[in-house]
């Protein structure tokens, strides 16, 4: 069993910056790729950016050149730097945690979400 914990989350105005971390605590050992989700009102949850252990990443073309996410393996933390952010990516941000097996996604756990706001 894992628990993911978020924290970063926050307002900050359109151009501004935030990094959000994830922890991931238990058994962490069977997660093979994390990952951040976000979810606008009345929007579906969509994903953010991935990253597998050995430090393979995806980003969504929204945010690419924007967001970077990384990953400290020793501390079982994901991270998600928000640069030259704008109102669009006000959401709920989720993180996620699974396996990826030749290239499929399985995503088992997730984090309570934290808000960020963007304001124009």
């Known amino acids: 069993q894992v628990h993911l914990v978020e924290s970063g989350g926050g307002l900050v105005q359109a151009g501004g910056s935030l990094r959000l971390s994830c922890a991931a605590y238990?058994?962490?050992?069977?997660?093979?790729?994390m990952g951040w989700y976000r979810q606008a009102p009345g929007k579906e949850r969509e994903l953010v950016a991935d990253i597998t252990s050995g430090g393979s990443t995806n980003l969504a073309d929204s945010v690419k050149g924007r967001f970077t996410i990384s990953r400290d393996n020793a501390k079982n933390t994901v991270y998600l730097q928000m640069n030259s952010l704008k109102p669009e990516d006000t959401a709920v941000y989720y993180c996620a945690a699974g396996t990826n097996v030749a290239d499929h996604r399985t995503w088992d756990y997730w984090g309570q979400g934290t808000q960020v706001t963007v304001s124009s």
């Open positions: 238990g058994d962490p050992i069977c997660i093979s790729i």
